[in-house]
Each structure stands twice: as structure tokens, then as C-alpha cells.
């Protein structure tokens, strides 16, 4: 069985497997914030995204005039994570390549996921190393789901600026090239099931925010989440569960009608060698 690592300080507690470096739990006040898992509705909890964010057409790409297979948000949230550093408060767990990761991506690396208990939530570092000889080309993002106990038609989403909400249409799973625009100079976002049938997300790529609130008809605020340095924030549950997944991403599910070059890829990042890609983004209570 794979070690989950506790860290915590005097009103915040989290939980932390070495499968996935994935969140487990996250508690306030001994109040439970991250999804259960249920695995009849959706066995994720907070899965890390790597090297891929989202699905390859196909699952598969073409790099250096060789095909590769790597499946829908890559490898990472299913190897397990070494633990290199710990104390009470922070974990720094550590992934590195293998033969196995070599097959369906050819490329040496250091991948650390960092978490950090603060004063006011929990903080998550993404840091990632090329240490190969030839360029990198990868995504990176988050996955985490938030409870709602109630249904999310219970809940919004509040942005930290008014916005065009508009949301790229999946097709199979893939980016289509139409798009909808769910409101005008909008700051909240009623959230209704009807937006995530068949397995559809909202995928926003042009937000001025940095910033968005999940927040309960009462007016409660569960949960905020900033993500500055990432370019794209999807949301995504599947109809009547009780969670809603506030992903910040560094990239964007492949088109449906993509070449496969992955170096032509809308929204793939690019590390030379040596070079280090950092991504922060804060759970705020």
C-alpha cells in the first residue's frame, strides 16, 4: 500500500499519497474540503497532470518523426512518488523518468510537487526539470475536486474580475473549434449540471482572472483558488456528483482534428535543457 504523508498546522490538515503525489484530504477546522473519491462516481481526489493536460487525439503524438502513445492527463497521478523532503507544516514529494515513462515520453526529468500548509490554505508547487540533452515538450496541471455536499447547482463560482465566459466546445473529448459564451461582463457563475453532459468540461483560455471563489448559495465561501503563472482554468463534475474540479492547467486538451505534432500543439510548453518550469497555485480557506 502505497504512504500517505500528513502535514498540518493549529486549523489546517492535509493528506497526501505517494501515488500520484495526490490529495487525499484537506481539512479546516477539521472540515473535509476535497472529494471522497467514490470510485461509482469518479475515483479521483486531486490528481497532478503530467506530461499532459487533457487527451491526445488518439492518445497518441508524433515527435521527431517517431509516434508515441501516452494516455488522457499522462503518467504521473498513476507512478508513485518518491518523498524527499518533509516536516510538519510541508512534503516535496519527487518523480523522475524510468523506463517506462521513456517509452511514451523521450525525455530525462525531475518533476517535484510541493505542499505547504500557510496561514490561509494550502500552497502547491509544480516544479519541473529537463535534465535531458534535447528539448522538452510538455503540460502541467491541476485536478482538484471540491465537495458539494448539496449538489453543485447549490454553489457559483465567483471571478475575481468580470469576464466573457466563454467556454471551448469538446468534441469526443477533444477541443472542437466553436465555443459558447455563457454570460456577458460576468463575475459569477451559477454552476448547472446540464454544463458537463457527456463528459464535457468548461475550458476557459482567456480569463483575466487569476482568482475564482467557489461560493454556496448562502453565501458562504468554501474555497478560493489562485493561479497565477497558469493560462487556461477548466471546471468539470459529472452530473448529480457531489464535487466540482477547479483546474488550473498549463495547456489544453488536443483538437479533435490535430496533426499529432506535439511541438505544434496549441498550449504545449517548451523546456531546453537544464531549464526549470515553476507553477505555483494556492487553496485559500
Same mark, same amino acid.
Given at each position: 500500500?502505497?504512504?500517505?504523508?500528513?502535514?498540518?498546522?493549529?486549523?489546517?490538515?492535509?493528506?497526501?499519497?505517494?501515488?500520484? !503525489? @495526490?490529495?487525499? %484530504?484537506?481539512?479546516?477546522?477539521?472540515?473535509?474540503?476535497?472529494?471522497?473519491?467514490?470510485? %461509482?462516481?469518479?475515483?479521483?481526489?486531486?490528481?497532478?497532470? *503530467?506530461?499532459?493536460?487533457?487527451?491526445?487525439?488518439?492518445?497518441?503524438?508524433?515527435?521527431?518523426?517517431?509516434?508515441?502513445?501516452?494516455?488522457?492527463?499522462? *503518467?504521473? %497521478?498513476?507512478?508513485?512518488?518518491?518523498?524527499?523532503?518533509?516536516?510538519?507544516? !510541508?512534503?516535496? *514529494?519527487?518523480?523522475?523518468?524510468?523506463?517506462?515513462?521513456?517509452?511514451? *515520453?523521450? +525525455?530525462?526529468?525531475?518533476?517535484?510537487?510541493?505542499?505547504?500548509?500557510? @496561514?490561509?490554505?494550502?500552497a502547491i508547487t509544480y516544479d519541473v526539470k529537463n535534465t535531458d540533452i534535447k528539448t522538452m515538450y510538455f503540460s502541467m496541471g491541476a485536478h482538484e475536486g471540491y465537495v458539494c455536499p448539496e449538489g453543485i447547482e447549490e454553489y457559483s463560482i465567483v471571478f475575481e474580475h468580470n469576464e466573457r465566459?466563454?467556454?471551448?466546445?469538446?468534441?469526443?473529448?477533444?477541443?472542437?473549434?466553436?465555443?459558447?459564451?455563457?454570460?456577458? +461582463?460576468?463575475?459569477?457563475?451559477?454552476?448547472?449540471?446540464?454544463?458537463?453532459?457527456?463528459?464535457?468540461?468548461?475550458?476557459?483560455?482567456?480569463?483575466?482572472?487569476?482568482?475564482?471563489?467557489?461560493?454556496?448559495?448562502?453565501?458562504?465561501?468554501?474555497?478560493?483558488?489562485?493561479? +497565477?503563472?497558469?493560462?487556461?482554468?477548466?471546471?468539470?463534475?459529472?452530473? @448529480?456528483?457531489?464535487?466540482?474540479?477547479?483546474?488550473?492547467?498549463?495547456?489544453?486538451?488536443?483538437?479533435?482534428? %490535430?496533426?499529432?505534432?506535439?511541438?505544434?500543439?496549441?498550449?504545449?510548453?517548451?523546456?531546453?535543457?537544464?531549464?526549470?518550469?515553476?507553477?505555483?497555485?494556492?487553496?485559500?480557506?
Open positions: 500500500m502505497m504512504k500517505q504523508v500528513r502535514i498540518s498546522n493549529e486549523i489546517a490538515e492535509a493528506v497526501i499519497s505517494e501515488l500520484g !503525489a @495526490e490529495i487525499k %484530504s484537506l481539512k479546516k477546522n477539521g472540515r473535509e474540503i476535497i472529494w471522497e473519491g467514490d470510485p %461509482s462516481v469518479w475515483e479521483g481526489q486531486a490528481p497532478f497532470l *503530467f506530461p499532459i493536460c487533457g487527451g491526445l487525439r488518439d492518445n497518441r503524438y508524433i515527435l521527431n518523426n517517431r509516434e508515441y502513445h501516452l494516455e488522457k492527463h499522462g *503518467f504521473a %497521478s498513476k507512478m508513485q512518488f518518491d518523498i524527499e523532503s518533509q516536516c510538519e507544516n !510541508a512534503v516535496t *514529494f519527487l518523480l523522475k523518468d524510468m523506463p517506462e515513462t521513456l517509452e511514451c *515520453f523521450p +525525455n530525462t526529468f525531475e518533476c517535484r510537487v510541493t505542499y505547504r500548509i500557510i @496561514e490561509t490554505g494550502l465566459l466563454e467556454t471551448a466546445l469538446l468534441d469526443g473529448g477533444y477541443l472542437g473549434h466553436d465555443t459558447c459564451v455563457l454570460a456577458e +461582463n460576468a463575475r459569477e457563475l451559477p454552476l448547472k449540471y446540464e454544463y458537463f453532459f457527456n463528459d464535457n468540461s468548461l475550458v476557459f483560455t482567456q480569463l483575466r482572472s487569476r482568482k475564482v471563489s467557489l461560493i454556496h448559495k448562502s453565501g458562504e465561501k468554501c474555497i478560493s483558488v489562485h493561479f +497565477n503563472g497558469f493560462e487556461c482554468l477548466l471546471l468539470w463534475t459529472v452530473p @448529480e456528483a457531489g464535487y466540482i474540479c477547479i483546474e488550473p492547467w498549463c495547456g489544453i486538451p488536443d483538437y479533435a482534428d %490535430s496533426d499529432y505534432d506535439i511541438t505544434r500543439k496549441k498550449g504545449i510548453m517548451t523546456l531546453k535543457s537544464g531549464e526549470r518550469c515553476i507553477r505555483q497555485h494556492t487553496i485559500i480557506f
